[in-house]
């Protein structure tokens, strides 16, 4: 069965060390890949995507993530965490097997960031 | 101004009542979405539309029903509210096309708290 996992509920930071927030997935055909950053009182805001390619993809707020795909992960780093960088993050994944409506996005169900100071 | 705009932002209702929800974007998005977010089980798909008059269930569409009145308006009612419909809910577009939709990411509206009492 198709499913993304994201597997720390929460993932706590000090403020200019390195973050890594986790995500894995298992799907049956090549997988479209996304991260997307949730700030308190706001919607979903897209962070990055790998599609094909380079396998380490370069994001908005010097976010980046690699696509491992021998161990079916893409998780989301960044060299030096900021105290605003404090938020709910989500991993999504795209199948890309199947016909057209089958190609749904698979979600994961979020790590809650928190970069202390 | 906002992309996607949605209205209300908060919103308290009674058990039995019909209430709507709306979305409107100024995005040109072909497609648009209904998700719910509740603590612990992620984003969940409600309904979805391509097009005009096109409309799709996602995977949690009982109790709800949609309107897509323009390209650029899709609403969201519950029929007869219930208190397990308390959520958070939020509309996102994609754009249809070239190159393909699946790889385009979701924008997201800032979401409708919904509390049924």
């Known amino acids: ?117 | 101004d906002a992309d996607v705009t949605q209205t209300p932002r908060n919103r308290i209702t009674k058990t039995g009542k019909r209430i709507m929800l709306e979305c409107s974007q100024t995005k040109g998005h072909d497609r648009m979405y209904w998700y719910r977010q509740d603590p612990g089980l992620g984003l969940r798909l409600i309904y979805y539309s391509f097009d005009v008059k096109d409309i799709n269930k996602g995977e949690i569409s009982d109790g709800y029903s949609v309107s897509r009145q323009a390209q650029a308006k899709f609403s969201l009612s519950l029929e007869s509210a219930i208190p397990n419909q308390t959520a958070l809910y939020f509309c996102a577009t994609n754009p249809l096309g070239r190159p393909s939709s699946y790889n385009s990411p979701l924008h997201f509206g800032n979401g409708t708290r919904l509390t049924v009492t």
């Open chain 1, 1 to 117: 069965a198709q499913s993304v996992a994201q597997p720390e509920d929460q993932v706590n930071v000090a403020e200019g060390n390195p973050l890594t927030v986790k995500c894995t997935y298992s799907v049956s055909g090549n997988p479209y890949l996304f991260w997307y950053v949730q700030y308190p009182n706001r919607g979903l805001q897209f962070l990055l995507k790998y599609i094909t390619g380079d396998n380490l993809v370069k994001g908005s707020y010097g976010f980046e993530a690699e696509f491992n795909k021998s161990q079916t992960s893409f998780h989301l780093k960044k060299p030096s965490a900021l105290v605003s960088d404090s938020a709910l993050y989500f991993c999504a994944v795209r199948d890309m097997s199947g016909a057209g409506n089958n190609r749904k996005l698979i979600w994961g169900l979020g790590t809650s960031l928190a970069v202390n100071p």
